[in-house]
């Protein structure tokens, strides 16, 4: 231990010093003060402590390490945000936490939290792991219950909440869903229901007066009034010339000169109902049996013109594309762009072929064969070289070595005369 100093103060006022090289200072016989204050040792061994017979320590600065001394201020203002160990779990403290961190049951005032569930069923309500003070509404029966004690799996833990009885326990002697009808409900004094008597009564008079607009007049008051305007009138003296007999006349057509209103004759009927003609779209006219034997004639003219051939293509033929007739007689589509086309006959099918099948092909020529579109009257068509089977109305797609194949000529958007041709390579 290193040499140190201590100073203090004589009784007269002057200072002396204590000098030491050894490792302890004796305080035994060292008076501080006027007063003599004694420091002295309490204790021995591992419990010796300085002793300051019971005197004060002042003026000792704020601590900073854990084993510094502490004013009485620090302590003062440190204790003072610090709770009374005699608050813990007393009235007006503060609750404690049991061995779980949670303030117990008995410190919490009997209060709960409640939850309600909307279930469809008891077993439901049993598994739905609510507290004590939980809601559940039954849609099943249309019941309320509240848990009131552990656990919920337990029936006999659920209260069912009663609800006071509505004021209205029955609508016209019915319960439940209530579904009335006019067949429920009793005629009041004022408003009441429909009856033939009562409509008649209201609606109809047996008296026919003018200025009256919400009532009608009965049939007998109509036919009084009649009979009184006819006898008024007079009597009928002719008709058309023709005097009554016994009070009566009776005359036919014979008698009653034609206006604007035609009699029958069979030449107006025939000229009404029948023309000599045949068209697709006249479904109020007959045609004539000229009509009709011209109309046979010209399918069988057409019926002429088509073949049945069998296709080799390995796709489908639609009616109205284009085939080629190959030299064995099998059919394909046409296809400017293949090899050995100009060597072919041209036809059009009449209907879907399918795949190694037979069906019409068209190929007269000079024929008028319909169902195409887009085409501009008056233009010649060619075999497509791009789309087999389809027509163009130029030119623009074909390539060197391309058949230029003449199928017709166009006469409206979606017919063609029929004429085929090779024309030439390009």
């Known amino acids: 231990m290193a040499n140190f100093n201590i100073f203090y103060t004589k009784p007269n006022g002057a200072t002396a010093r204590l000098s030491s090289a050894d490792t302890q200072v004796d305080f035994g016989s060292v008076r501080i003060g006027a007063d003599n204050l004694t420091i002295g040792q309490d204790g021995s061994g591992g419990t010796a402590a300085f002793s300051f017979g019971g005197k004060r320590i002042t003026n000792v600065g704020a601590p900073t390490g854990p084993n510094d001394l502490a004013t009485k201020t620090y302590l003062d203002t440190n204790l003072a945000t610090k709770v009374d160990s005699t608050a813990l779990g007393s009235s007006n403290g503060v609750p404690t936490l049991d061995s779980n961190g949670k303030i117990p049951s008995s410190m919490i005032p009997a209060i709960a939290l409640t939850e309600t569930y909307v279930l469809n069923s008891e077993a439901d309500m049993l598994a739905s792991g609510a507290d004590i003070g939980d809601l559940v509404i039954r849609t099943d029966n249309s019941t309320s219950y509240i848990l009131s004690a552990a656990p919920a799996t337990t029936l006999a833990n659920w209260v069912q909440i009663l609800t006071p009885p509505s004021p209205v326990q029955s609508v016209n002697g019915q319960t439940g869903t209530v579904s009335l009808a006019t067949n429920n409900i009793s005629e009041g004094g004022g408003v009441l229901y429909f009856t033939n008597a009562r409509a008649k009564a209201a609606a109809v008079a047996n008296a026919l007066n003018s200025g009256v607009t919400d009532v009608a007049p009965s049939q007998d008051a109509v036919y009084t009034a009649i009979q009184d305007a006819i006898d008024s009138a007079g009597t009928v003296e002719s008709v058309n010339g023709i005097p009554p007999v016994a009070g009566d006349v009776t005359i036919s057509t014979d008698d009653i000169p034609e206006a604007t209103n035609l009699f029958f004759t069979a030449?107006?009927?025939?000229?009404?109902?029948?023309?000599?003609?045949?068209?697709?779209?006249?479904?109020?006219?007959?045609?004539?049996?000229?009509?009709?034997n011209t109309a046979l004639g010209l399918k069988e003219n057409n019926a002429s013109a088509v073949l049945t051939l069998t296709s080799d293509d390995a796709?489908?033929?639609?009616?109205?594309?284009?085939?080629?007739?190959?030299?064995?007689?099998?059919?394909?589509?046409?296809?400017?762009?293949?090899?050995?086309?100009?060597?072919?006959?041209?036809?059009?099918?009449?209907?879907?072929?399918?795949?190694?099948?037979?069906?019409?092909?068209?190929?007269?020529?000079?024929?008028?064969v319909g169902g195409?579109?887009?085409?501009?009257?008056?233009?010649?068509?060619?075999?497509?070289?791009?789309?087999?089977?389809?027509?163009?109305?130029?030119?623009?797609?074909?390539?060197?070595?391309?058949?230029?194949?003449?199928?017709?000529?166009?006469?409206?958007?979606?017919?063609?005369?029929?004429?085929?041709?090779?024309?030439?390579?390009?």
């Not at 109902?273 to 004539?288: C, E, F, R």
């Open 315 to 368: 796709g489908s033929i639609s009616s109205g594309q284009i085939v080629v007739i190959k030299a064995d007689g099998a059919i394909s589509l046409g296809d400017a762009s293949a090899v050995g086309t100009d060597n072919y006959a041209l036809g059009v099918a009449q209907e879907t072929i399918a795949s190694t099948a037979s069906g019409k092909v068209l190929v007269a020529h000079g024929k008028v």
């Open 267 to 292: 030449a107006r009927a025939k000229a009404a109902a029948v023309t000599n003609s045949l068209g697709a779209s006249a479904i109020d006219v007959a045609p004539s049996q000229a009509a009709v």
């Open 372 to 426: 195409f579109t887009g085409l501009t009257p008056g233009q010649k068509v060619w075999l497509s070289p791009v789309t087999p089977g389809a027509l163009v109305q130029n030119l623009n797609d074909f390539e060197a070595g391309d058949q230029v194949y003449r199928v017709g000529r166009a006469v409206s958007a979606t017919q063609i005369v029929f004429s085929p041709a090779h024309e030439f390579e390009f």
